[in-house]
């Protein structure tokens, strides 16, 4: 993505590529509030990070209690050379990532052992770590992280770590925060936009009786429930694999009732838009050479798509699916999502596959309900849009699936009448193997 504006910050983060391709380590912490821009300058780091390794992970509300749930996330690459760290260090983390059972380890030795492992691989290749939302990771990976960031030197890894809140144990580092864009600019825009009625908002909604069988969701015509009407399905996380993991392995799948369960269940999907006239917009009030007024229309049209997903599923809770009539939250209460409920889109962490929306617009006829299309790579036009599906289930919550292997690819292949290729194809940035290595083995 264009980005606005972050001179001095995209300086500073040129500045650690740099040295860690010069064989230094640098750690820097970016902290702001929420919606500052902080996740947009590590998707930069990202971008500019060719010829270095890159570990990434985020924090997830739901998961701060899980123990070295983000670390995992974060070592996924590079769980092969754990066989590379002394025994005692080896065996921390392995019973960490639930590879192997044993007493809880020791948090020094943990820490110790990734930062053993950063400079492990780091001596193959220089490494950039980038983790985001630390303020919801737990408290276990927060803890090894911070004291490996503590303790980096000469060895050539990166890590820049984003945060709302800046952590005790992170004051040492160098801190940068990111305050907000030229917020002046952008309210005089949005009360233009609104004031000339520069965008028309459009959205569609629907409800189907539901039940899950295995890990998809079948959806019916009505309560009589015979055949289903489209099948919605899920991926489900493969974390700790031998099963020693304290908390299950999730999927969108679970909150819904199992047809078994004889539970008349349902679910909703959504699909809302605030784009439509952007184009015209830009045509008509944007001059050509105002790369900023470009993209600052572009992004209020997407933030703007975000709010009216908010209010929608708001409506959807209290009225149209109505299962919390008394809900009445306050602004920050919304984005904090203290409600009953999720609206997780395909493409996002929950289910990473975006073909998903294709099954989604059917259902609500997007296109000539709200003026929403699809594109052949199942992206959405206008751009400023948001589509998912709804759950009511009070346990249902955000996750992420994380990287799938290769038993749940053919699986899910065979649910979605697809070649094992078309599925790594559509997969691919989940996969947790390399789709061309298998091949050649199974050759
Ligand atoms: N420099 C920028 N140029 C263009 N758009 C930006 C810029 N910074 C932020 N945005 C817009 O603002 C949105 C929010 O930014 P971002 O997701 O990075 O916030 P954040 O600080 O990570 O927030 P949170 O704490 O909620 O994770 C982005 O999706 C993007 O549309
Ligand atoms: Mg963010």
Same mark, same amino acid.
């Given at each position: ?139 276990? @990976? ?187 939250? @306050? ?45 052949? @790579? ?66």
């Amino acid at each position: 993505m264009e980005l606005i504006d972050r001179f001095s910050e995209r300086r500073v983060l040129d500045e650690v590529l740099r040295d860690v391709r010069a064989g230094q380590s640098r750690v820097v912490v970016l902290h702001g509030e929420p919606g500052v821009g902080k996740s947009v300058l590590m998707d930069y780091v990202a971008e500019r990070a060719e010829g270095c390794r890159l570990f990434r992970a985020t924090g997830v509300e739901s998961e701060m209690e899980l123990p070295y749930a983000a670390l995992h996330q974060l070592c996924v690459p590079v769980l092969n050379h754990l066989d590379r760290l002394p025994g005692p260090q080896r065996d921390a983390l392995s019973v960490a990532f639930g590879i192997r059972s044993g007493p809880t380890p020791e948090r020094f030795l943990t820490g110790l052992a990734v930062l053993t492992l950063f400079s492990e691989v780091a001596g193959d290749q220089p490494l950039v770590c980038l983790v985001d939302d630390l303020q919801w990771l737990d408290h276990a @990976s927060a803890q090894a992280l911070s004291f490996v960031a503590r303790r980096l030197g000469a060895e050539p890894v990166g890590m820049v770590l984003a945060t709302r809140v800046v952590l005790a144990d992170l004051s040492s580092l160098t801190g940068m925060q990111v305050k907000g864009l030229r917020a002046a600019d952008a309210q005089a825009l949005l009360k233009r936009l609104v004031a000339e009625r520069w965008l028309t908002a459009n959205a569609v909604v629907g409800f189907w009786p539901a039940n899950a069988t295995g890990d998809d969701i079948e959806l019916y015509a009505d309560e009589a429930r015979g055949a289903p009407h489209a099948r919605l399905h899920t991926l489900r996380q493969q974390m700790g694999g031998d099963g020693k993991r304290e908390r299950a392995n999730t999927a969108l799948a679970d909150f819904v009732a199992p047809k078994e369960s004889g539970l008349a269940d349902y679910v909703g999907a959504f699909a809302v838009t605030s784009g439509i006239g952007e184009a015209d917009a830009l045509a008509r009030h944007i001059d050509k050479t105002d790369d900023y007024g470009r993209i600052m229309l572009k992004a209020l049209a997407d933030r703007l798509a975000e709010a009216f997903a908010e209010r929608m599923h708001e409506r959807v809770r209290r009225e149209l699916w109505g299962y919390a009539p008394g809900e009445r939250l @306050s602004a920050e209460e919304l984005i904090a999502e203290s409600y009953q409920g999720i609206r997780p889109a395909p493409g996002y962490p929950a289910q990473p596959d975006h073909t998903e929306k294709g099954t989604i617009f059917k259902l609500l006829d997007a296109e000539a309900a709200a003026g929403i299309a699809l594109t052949e @790579s199942f992206a959405m036009w206008p751009g400023a849009a948001v589509s998912g599906l709804y759950f009511s289930h009070p346990d249902s919550h955000y996750f992420g699936v994380g990287k799938v292997e290769r038993d749940q690819v053919e699986d899910y292949a065979a649910r979605k009448g697809w070649s094992v290729e078309e599925a790594e194809r559509w997969l691919g940035p989940v996969l947790n193997y390399d789709p061309k290595l298998a091949q050649s083995v199974a050759a």
